[in-house]
């Protein structure tokens, strides 16, 4: 049952908006003020807010102002009430953070339709994707360089040392540092394709691309094997991997494929200890082709899960952790333009299943 949040010091109209509500199956929750509703926001993490804009004390500005601020709340939708037309706009409510607006006096078929569509909005997760962007260019001055120096300082370093201890090195140091040549330079071409890559899809048409041509079952158990395969000789756990891949025909480019098996196999074998099975399974059903990456790591809580986006990382102080976190950002957005979708499930101490669907060739 999705919880509503309503906030207006006006008490008919609130009580009026939690009964169409309620009669339509909702949750509701009410707040005579914008303090005591961001206090209610934060205990309860209501799916939708209508917020009043005109308040005594604190304003719907504000309460938006803090949705957006508040890292539990930024990603819920929010709908600005306002008794005067000409005060607010769609542009003018975008403008201020919030999702949407609606105009008082409303009827019940405007309550619930604000409702259904921001519901829907927020189920496909555009508000997270869009956090992730901003956060993406905001921290092009710390983060972004971090990484791209760090694997080009090892690139460097170790290249420097060949070059002038390589007649007193054995060939087994040699082949280790060229090793790590690898290794660094790998991290860094991966870094700065993901990086560019979701810029380039920011850019597309939000609408979905054509159909792509449809894979093989040849074709689709090729790539997959082929980068699962990659990722794990990356990480020295050859002997973890574990395939299990039927038949099946994606509508999903091998280029994009490509980049998903890779991205989701580097969590499961990053996330997890040596010596643990990283599974990987392609199953077709009759609608749908599902690809699986079953790990038996740390995991994540339901709350970390939700908070996934660019430069997302938990635990860094208890964990050594390496990248931008773009990896999730690009998968998600690639199979959106395929119309497919990514679901996690994950237990802390247990492990984290990554679920891939995507359309079937007919």
Not at 183 to 188: F, I, M, V, Y
Request: proline content about 4%.
């Amino acid at each position: 049952m999705k919880r509503v949040l309503i906030i207006d010091d006006e008490e008919p109209i609130r009580s009026t908006m939690a009964m169409i509500l309620q009669a339509a199956g909702y949750e509701t929750l009410e707040a005579d003020g914008g303090v005591a509703g961001l206090a209610l926001a934060r205990e309860h993490l209501p799916d939708l807010t209508f917020c009043d804009i005109n308040m005594p004390n604190m304003d719907g500005r504000q309460v938006v102002e803090a949705f957006r601020k508040d890292p539990d709340l930024v990603t819920r939708q929010i709908v600005i009430i306002t008794g005067n037309p000409g005060q607010t706009s769609q542009r003018t409510a975008m403008n201020l953070g919030a999702d949407d607006y609606l105009t008082k006096p409303f009827s019940a078929a405007d309550v619930l339709q604000c409702a259904e569509t921001r519901l829907k909005r927020a189920d496909i997760h555009w508000r997270v994707e869009n956090q992730a962007l901003q956060d993406l260019r905001g921290s092009l001055h710390t983060t972004l360089p971090h990484e791209f120096f760090t694997p080009l300082v090892g690139i460097i370093g170790m290249s420097e040392l060949l070059m002038e201890e390589a007649g007193e090195l054995t060939r087994e140091e040699i082949v280790d540092l060229a090793g790590n040549i690898n290794r660094s330079g790998d991290r860094l071409h991966r870094t700065l394709r993901n990086y560019l890559r979701i810029l380039d899809l920011d850019q597309m048409v939000t609408e979905k691309a054509a159909p792509a041509t449809p894979l093989s079952p040849v074709q689709t158990q090729s790539t997959v094997t082929q980068l699962a395969r990659s990722v794990a000789t990356r990480h020295k756990r050859e002997g973890d991997l574990d395939l299990a891949l039927a038949a099946a025909t994606p509508l999903i480019s091998a280029d994009a494929l490509g980049l998903v098996v890779e991205e989701l196999a580097d969590n499961a074998f990053g996330f997890s200890r040596q010596g643990t099975p990283v599974r990987i399974e392609l199953d077709a059903g009759p609608e749908a082709v599902t690809l699986r990456f079953v790990d038996q790591g740390r995991g994540m809580t339901s709350d970390q899960i939700e908070k996934i986006g660019a430069f997302q990382q938990f635990d860094r102080k208890r964990y050594e952790q390496q990248g931008l976190g773009l990896g999730l950002t690009l998968v998600t957005r690639l199979l959106q333009q395929a119309g497919g979708k990514l679901t996690l499930t994950s237990k802390p101490g247990e492990g984290t299943t990554a679920t891939v669907t995507l359309p079937v060739a007919k």
